[in-house]
Every structure is written in structure tokens, then in C-alpha cells.
């Protein structure tokens, strides 16, 4: 067994793990915060993808143990129960950027990072070349570039 203590979302989790947990299944099963999703544990779809130490990583292909001591983000830290939406889930909400919703946990949380590198005025190009990473069956992702767009432009406003 292998102990970790990982931030998480703010709080610190301390425990002692089977070395070879992937990050995605600490967060989903140990923490139960199963906004992070698997959509192919080949490191192909983005579903899983969440914030360690601020940059973003597909968690399917993370181990836990190379997380210990890290800051983690997943979609749940974005915006607390109950209080208004992140700007960038706005922005997918207000601009239709989801369908079924399944890779939009990914998607949010790879537009977050593509915004912390390279700020509030993405055109259209840039993001689509940034979202090659991260897989959609359902929208023709037209409306995720839109709602990336908005949302970039959003975050740049204070809250
Ligand atoms: Fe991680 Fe698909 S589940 S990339
Ligand atoms: Fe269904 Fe993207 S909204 S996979």
C-alpha cells in the first residue's frame, strides 16, 4: 500500500492506497466525486481531464501516487454547491455546448487551462486545435468552440 495526502477541490485527503489507483478511480470511487469521467482509459477522449497543480492532466492516465502532495482541480472545485455557476459552465450552458453532457466535465476543465495559458480572446482556430485532446460523439463541437469563446471572454470579468 501506498499513503498519499492530496488537496482536493481545497480540502486535504489522506489515504492509503493500492500504488497502481489511477487518479480518476481516487476521485471517483475513494472521494466519490463522479463529475471526472472515463471515457476510454487510453488517454484519448479528455473526459477524465482535471487540474493538478493548476495545469491540466487526463486522470485515466495519472497515477494517484504521483499526485501525492499535489492541488487538484476537478469540475465539483469550479463552483461551490450552490453558489452561481463558474463563468466557462455558464458559457456552455448559455451557448448550448452539450448535449448527453458526458465530455463536458473534460471539456470545461481543459477550456479553464487553455485560458490560464493563453487568456481571455481565443479565436476559433486556437481552440479547436486545443480541444484535440478531448473527444465529443454528440455536438459537432461547433457550440463547445462557442461556448469556449464565451466563456474566456467571461472569466476575464471580475466575479
Ligand atoms: Fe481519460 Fe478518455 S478516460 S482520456
Ligand atoms: Fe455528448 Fe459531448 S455532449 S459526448
Redesign the pocket.
Known sequence: MAKVSITVNGTVHSANIDPRTLL?QFLRENLRLTGT????????????VVHVNGKAV????TLTVMADGADVLTIEGLAADGAPLHPMQEAFRENHGLQCGFCTPGMIMTAVDLVNRKGHDLDDHTIREELEGNLCRCTGYHNIVKSIAAGAKAMAKPA
Not at 469521467?37 to 477524465?48: E, I, K, L, P, W
Not at 487526463?58 to 492516465?61: A, G, L, P
Open positions: 480518476v469521467h472515463v471515457g476510454c482509459d487510453t488517454s484519448q477522449c479528455g473526459a477524465c487526463k486522470s485515466c492516465t
